[in-house]
């Protein structure tokens, strides 16, 4: 089984900087792909960010494009998001995902909260 701790998530104005972190445990890291994925108040869960084993492979949504970046620490066994240009629309829960592939990820975290003022 695979354990993931989101941290860093906060309240900020908007045009501001978060940077998520995810520690995992329970299985080694560096055999897993690792995504983020959001969830609004009264809408279903999206997905963000998504990064290979070994790090080589990023890919963003739309609304991520250009402002948010995710990367991966094997050494820490820990991924991170860093969210730049905060947006109120970026409001919400932050998930951190795990699987043996970037397009089955199939364990979650609990989620952080980001609320973007404006």
């Known amino acids: 089984q695979v354990q993931l701790v989101e941290s860093g998530g906060g309240l900020v104005q908007a045009g501001g900087s978060l940077r998520l972190s995810c520690s995992v445990s329970?299985?080694?890291?560096?055999?897993?792909?690792m995504g983020w994925g959001r969830q609004a108040p009264g809408k279903e869960r999206e997905f963000v960010a998504r990064?290979?084993?070994?790090?080589?492979?990023?890919a963003y949504s739309d609304s991520a494009k250009g402002r948010f970046t995710i990367s991966r620490d094997n050494a820490k066994n820990t991924v991170y998001l860093q969210m730049n240009n905060l947006k109120p629309e970026d409001t919400a829960v932050y998930y951190c995902?795990?699987?043996?592939?970037?397009?089955?990820?199939?364990?979650w975290g609990q989620g952080t909260q980001v609320t973007v003022s404006s």
């Open positions: 995902a795990a699987g043996e592939s970037e397009f089955h990820l199939r364990f």
């Open positions: 329970g299985r080694t890291f560096s055999d897993y792909a």
């Open positions: 990064i290979t084993s070994n790090g080589g492979t990023r």
